[in-house]
């Protein structure tokens, strides 16, 4: 009796095994034809290993993406930046801006025309002017400040820039700045790190074969974390802009101080300028966007104060001596459709408003004068 | 706390486990305990009120079952009832009438200076006020004894899985579950596993993806055709129904894991042909309330048919007012009444009542098509902001359709994407008349269900802060 019952349990378990096989292959094409996530491996292939930075976008890599609101191609060229040429060599009359940044930077929402770098480059081009400009871009997805101060390192010698701006999306950099610290230390990884590593690369490489298996680590990944922050009271989301903010947003404004002071070390060492530019989240633009946030933020026991994340980098790097752009004006001005409504970054206008802004910026502040 | 965020997977896991291993007295003072403390997550502050409400209501029902005299029976009735509806008015209803005596008297020039308080909302006040006040109506009325244990009475009031978003629930059918000994046999599991995890999907999946579409479109700042507008009120429909049935289930699902069984609160609400059986099929346990303690004694529709419209346009109005403090929600309501009372009034003539109740299936087809169409302009009323905002996305109804500006990629692929593994499933309960029809399906096909619950929840449900891939290899 016993035994036909363990008999009729196995035997279950194995259907719904079999079902769970054949529904995961099924759910694989599916994403694999239809999917426009950048959980695709296409999208993915977009990136590399890096044993310093963690992760950067993979020289020669070429892609379309696709998703509902757009459709785009995107070239990574030799140096590891969105671009169609490569780097090349420098020409007497060339100037180079390196834009650093995350997502917003690298924008791959939009035809590389119309990223605000390269209009950027198409307007202080068009006056005529004996020097050449040229604008890279220097943003990769999910960066944050220390890896772009990182990334720095490893373009300054191939780029030789004359201006860096380091592009910090208010948002979330505070957050990631805290999150990548260990980064900044720098220094060897603990060695059972790397046991670690090198065990789970197999599992990694399977994983990142499989639109499936990746979206199902993220949910794994997300999860974990909301587990591992459920010791403590409930945090209201969008710490960065909090009337109140948690004491890691503190850490988060000391290490992107430290980050731009270094950057504009390095940068004067290799005979560059340094600023930075602050590009605001859609619902510091978008009222409704705004309205939402404000009372999930309330309900959920905070108060959401909406330019307070920027205003409070504003705050922290004052004192430097880096001219500072911010986005927000401009952007707001412009109206609510200067970003998509489902992927939150700039649309080809955004892009036009903010390449608009920049110039003036750049011109207004004489960063270019004598460069 | 919300069911489906992890702090609620704890505390059920800690709550469950002690569930288990206690006797009966043990279980309900643990219940007690953990509801209080459930409600307390979302203010503490406001604990006093439901305990308060519990209190009053449990020394009222007790008086009134110690006397016989009416007019003393009439006056404690009206004890409760004042004071519930006080606390209903002033906690849900003080705001909204403050600005509109604010604009009434600015209007004329006056300034209001001494209604600029402003009161926030106590979560749930309107369920359990509206528990603890059937409960009273029914001891009143003699179709059940008032309960003497007060710690039955507290759990019946606060019990966590119906406390902020219902079921509504009567005396007659929780307290007496929490008074007794409960058994909790392999079935119970079994269904309240399926529908805990079916609640999730329709939450998760279909509400919350459904969202981002209604969201799009009822943004004031953008200006859809009428075909849009279309989906985006299709989208709302099953945003507002995934959410709220969704709730209910994981709330049914919980229960029943603890051997209580709460009752359907949803019952394919959007298969119905006419606006009465919407109302028995949506929202069940409020529109039975509604019924059972404002129409019917109102007058029902007993009286002439003049009276009976009168007591239908009462109660819906005051059904609509009670979804929020806001004059879309009175115009929901008023438009809800005035289906009920169309519908009952075409009923005499026969080719209407036919085509809308007889078997025919092109008169079934079309009945439904049309009453799908009258209850998605009701959630256009229902989610507009304002009066101007119903007005202006009515008029790109009627008079700008344009159906050649679909937008295919953005809403209606993700609508149909979202709704149609929902409707598979409430297509199949149907033809079983049977909400819980799933777990009772042949082997093969009931794996198949649950791996693709598990795979359209997990692959493409809406997590929040998930939403992005940050490839971190």
Known sequence: MATEVRRDRLRRLALFAAILAVQFAGFEIALRMWGSSEAAPAFQGLFENDPVIGYRLKPGARIRFATAEFETEIRINAAGVRDDEEIGEKAPNERRILILGDSLVLSVQVPFQQTFCELLEQRLNSRGSPIHYRVINGGVQGYGPVQELLFLRSLLPVVKPDLVVETLFVGNDLEDAVGAAALLEGGQRPITETVREAMTTRLRRTVRRSMVLQVLRVRVLAATERFTRTAGPPEPPLQSYAAKPAPRIGSGLAIIRRVVEQMQEEARAAGARTAVALMPARFQVNDVDYANLRDAVSQAGGTLLRDAAGDRIDEVLRDLPVPRFDALPALRAAGPDVFFLQTVHLTPRGHQIVAEALERFLRDSRLLDGL | ?473
Request: glycine letters at 6%; hydrophobic letters at 50%.
């Open chain 2, 1 to 473: 706390m919300v069911f489906n965020s992890l702090q609620f997977v704890w505390f059920f896991l800690v709550v469950y486990a002690l569930y288990r291993v206690l006797p009966h007295r043990a279980q309900n003072w643990l219940l007690l305990i953990a509801s209080y403390y459930f409600y307390a997550a979302w203010d503490w502050r406001f604990l006093g009120l439901l305990i308060g409400s519990t209190l009053v209501d449990y020394t009222c029902a007790l008086a009134l079952g110690r006397t016989q005299s009416p007019a003393r029976r009439r006056a404690i009735l009206c004890l409760s009832l004042g004071f519930n509806l006080t606390m209903l008015g002033f906690f849900k209803y003080f705001n909204f009438f403050a600005d509109n005596l604010h604009a009434m008297f600015g209007a004329l020039g006056w300034r209001l200076d001494f209604v600029t308080v402003r009161v926030l909302l106590p979560v749930g006040i309107s369920f359990y006020t509206f528990v603890t006040m059937s409960y009273v109506i029914d001891v009143y009325r003699r179709e059940m004894p008032p309960t003497r244990d007060l710690v039955d009475f507290a759990v019946f009031v606060a019990y966590f899985p119906h406390l902020v978003a219902g079921p509504i629930l009567r005396a007659s059918r929780l307290l007496t579950q929490i008074d007794a000994p409960r058994r909790i046999s392999r079935e119970q599991l079994r269904d309240g596993a399926w529908l805990i995890a079916w609640g999730f999907f329709q939450k998760i999946f279909v509400a919350d993806n459904l969202a981002s579409l209604a969201n799009m479109v009822f943004d004031p700042a953008t200006h859809p055709t009428g075909v849009n507008v279309l989906l985006g009120t299709y989208a709302f429909a099953f945003q507002i129904y995934g959410d709220f049935a969704g709730y209910s289930n994981i709330a049914r699902g919980t229960s029943k894991l603890m051997g209580i069984e709460l009752i359907e609160n949803f019952r394919f609400p959007y298969f119905v042909r006419t606006p009465q059986a919407f109302w028995r099929h949506w929202h069940i346990s409020l529109s039975t309330w509604l019924r059972d303690y404002l129409y019917i004694p109102l007058g029902g529709s007993r009286g002439s048919e003049a009276r009976t419209y009168r007591n239908l346009l009462i109660t819906m109005v005051l059904g609509g007012l009670w979804h929020g403090a806001a004059w879309t929600f009175v115009m929901w309501g008023l438009y809800q009444g005035l289906l009920l009372i169309a519908y009952r009034a075409a009923e005499r003539v026969k080719w209407f009542n036919d085509w809308a109740t007889g078997p025919g299936m092109v008169a079934r087809a079309t009945s439904w098509l049309v009453m799908f169409h009258l209850t998605c302009y009701g959630w256009l009323i229902f989610r507009s902001r304002s009066a101007e905002q119903v007005g202006a996305m009515s008029a790109d109804v009627f008079t700008a359709f344009a159906p050649r500006s679909i937008n295919v990629q953005a809403l209606l692929v993700p609508l149909v994407m979202y709704t149609a593994p929902l409707l598979v499933v409430h297509a199949c309960e149907a033809v079983y008349d049977n909400l819980l029809v799933v777990p009772r399906l042949p082997l093969a096909v009931r794996y198949s269900v649950y791996a693709a619950t598990f795979y359209l929840t997990m692959l493409f449900g809406n997590f929040g802060g998930a939403e992005f891939i940050y490839f971190q290899f």
